[in-house]
T-cell receptor
Framework: GQNIDQPTEMTATEGAIVQINCTYQTSGFNGLFWYQQHAGEAPTFLSY????GLEEKGRFSSFLSRSKGYSYLLLKELQMKDSASYLCAAGGNDYKLSFGAGTTVTVRA | DTGVSQDPRHKITKRGQNVTFRCDPI?????LYWYRQTLGQGPEFLTY????????KSRLLSDRFSAERPKGSFSTLEIQRTEQGDSAMYLC???????????FGPGTRLTVL
């Protein structure tokens, strides 16, 4: 089966950095995805890691350690529009995604 | 707009009625996925297609649920004899092959009264 764990909520101030951790257990691991979801909207793709290490994309970076079953999403220079739910998803057998419950990030002025 | 589209966006129905949702994936994408999402949870996998072939169905998908993708393009998800527990957001996603990111549609929010 699949087990994806991530914190429920995080709060940070505008301009700060926030790190969202995710641990996973899955069979047939085929990469770790991060999605952003604003309230009432569909998830939008942020990043994909299949090899160990850090992937940087502008203000967002994602890290993966396959041996530890661990990933994190780093959000830098936080903006109010970054207030959203961030979903960690593990690609399993045949690339089906198993999602965590999501981490709600609130950015305060 | 060339993204994933879903219709309807909202559906309110009475318990016991049948409902059908449609998903139009990105045109060149051969994989199509259906997920269900309830408040405060991440999407849960329901089923997926590669072209017109339905490759897997989750145990979440009872025999009241059926999905088709007759020509390998759009897909429909039908729920028969709806129950209040079926109330959720139904999300469709598509991808080009299995190893690429999935692009999600806006979802159909179902409310069963």
């Amino acid at each position: 089966g699949q087990n994806i764990d991530q914190p429920t909520e995080m709060t940070a101030t505008e301009g700060a950095i926030v790190q969202i951790n995710c641990t996973y257990q899955t069979s047939g691991f085929n990469g770790l995805f991060w999605y952003q979801q604003h309230a009432g909207e569909a998830p939008t793709f942020l990043s994909y890691n299949v090899l160990d290490g850090l992937e940087e994309k502008g203000r967002f970076s994602s890290f993966l350690s396959r041996s530890k079953g661990y990933s994190y999403l780093l959000l830098k220079e936080l903006q109010m529009k970054d207030s959203a739910s961030y979903l960690c998803a593990a690609g399993g057998n045949d690339y089906k995604l198993s999602f965590g419950a999501g981490t709600t990030v609130t950015v305060r002025a | 707009d060339t993204g994933v589209s879903q219709d309807p966006r909202h559906k309110i129905t009475k318990r016991g009625q049948n409902v059908t949702f449609r998903c139009d994936p990105i045109s060149e994408h051969n994989r199509l996925y259906w997920y269900r999402q309830t408040l405060g949870q991440g999407p849960e996998f329901l089923t997926y297609f590669q072209n017109e072939a339905q490759l897997e169905k989750s145990r979440l998908l009872s025999d009241r649920f059926s999905a088709e993708r007759p020509k390998g393009s759009f897909s429909t998800l039908e729920i028969q004899r709806t129950e209040q527990g079926d109330s959720a957001m139904y999300l469709c996603a598509s991808s080009l092959g299995g190893r690429n990111e999935q692009f999600f549609g806006p979802g159909t929010r179902l409310t069963v009264l």
